[in-house]
């Protein structure tokens, strides 16, 4: 049985571009997280963020593995801070959705990958805090970070840090990589290390620091969006329906 891989999913006002009137409120998974994990062999489950707790306690027996998608900032009270003026649009919905969700799938040790938000929810959820703006908070020398080109083009370098495992899923010591973030990793939480960073310093890639307890990889890139015009980058897909393999048959045993 291929594994069921959860993806995290936003809510989006949608506009009939034609009539020029509001159609309401949608349910919103970008498809090349559905495909990046079909491709990998995995089965997309998108997961809708309504019902916070409720709901997440309900949904996590029936996965194997956890996508945590991009998208909107996460409300900075989960990490003990009062909205800094550039802070961007939050979703309450989605944020009491994922952090239970989240919590629960650590607590029963499913395979996560985070992807741009999803890798701050995992360093929020782990005890560590956020900017909640890179070019304001950072100081000197941040890079542009919020590129305006094409999500399969790569606008900057990360330096993968030596003996990370990411640098084994992607075979390389430099991933050029898109660009889609104006927060970054203040505090890293405990359980996690940095496995690559930007010429600037910022965190663009983290990993469980014991992989052989559990599986948890976060990238602050768009891989979803580069699959195309780099392979490489479908591998961290790869890597993660293994890992939710190996879990699902794991709990099968048991
Ligand atoms: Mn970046």
């Known amino acids: 049985m291929p594994p069921i891989i959860g993806i995290t999913a936003t809510l989006k006002e949608d506009v009939d571009s034609v ?5 309401g409120r949608f349910v919103r998974a970008d498809l090349d997280y559905v495909e990046g994990v079909a491709a990998a062999g995995g089965v997309p489950v998108v997961l809708p963020p309504v019902g916070g707790r409720r709901t997440a306690e309900a949904v996590i ?4 593995g956890l996508l945590l998608s991009g998208g909107s900032d996460l409300d900075p009270g989960y990490y003990g801070e009062e909205p ?4 961007g649009p939050t979703i309450p919905e989605r944020d009491a959705f994922e952090m239970p969700l989240l919590a629960l799938a650590l607590r029963h040790k499913l395979p996560i990958f985070g992807i741009c938000r999803g890798m701050q929810l995992l360093n929020v959820a782990l005890g560590g805090t956020l900017y909640q703006d890179l070019p304001s908070q950072w100081g000197r020398g941040v890079l542009k970070h919020r590129q305006e080109t094409p999500k399969w083009q790569p606008t900057h370098e990360v330096e993968v840090l030596g003996g990370a495992y990411l640098g084994e899923i992607m075979d390389r010591d430099v991933i050029k990589v898109n660009s889609y973030h104006h927060q970054g990793i203040k505090d890293l939480a405990g359980g996690l290390v940095v496995s690559a960073r930007s010429a600037d310093g910022v965190a663009e890639a983290v990993e469980a620091g014991d992989l052989s307890e559990r599986w948890l990889v976060g990238v602050q890139w768009h891989a979803e969006a580069m699959r195309g015009a780099d392979p490489r980058q479908g591998a961290l897909f790869e890597a993660h329906v293994s890992a939710a393999e190996r879990h699902a048959m794991r709990r099968a045993a048991a």
Do not use: M
């Open 61 to 64: 027996r029936g996965l194997d």
């Open 19 to 23: 009539a020029e009137r509001p159609l």
């Open 84 to 87: 800094a003026p550039e802070l």
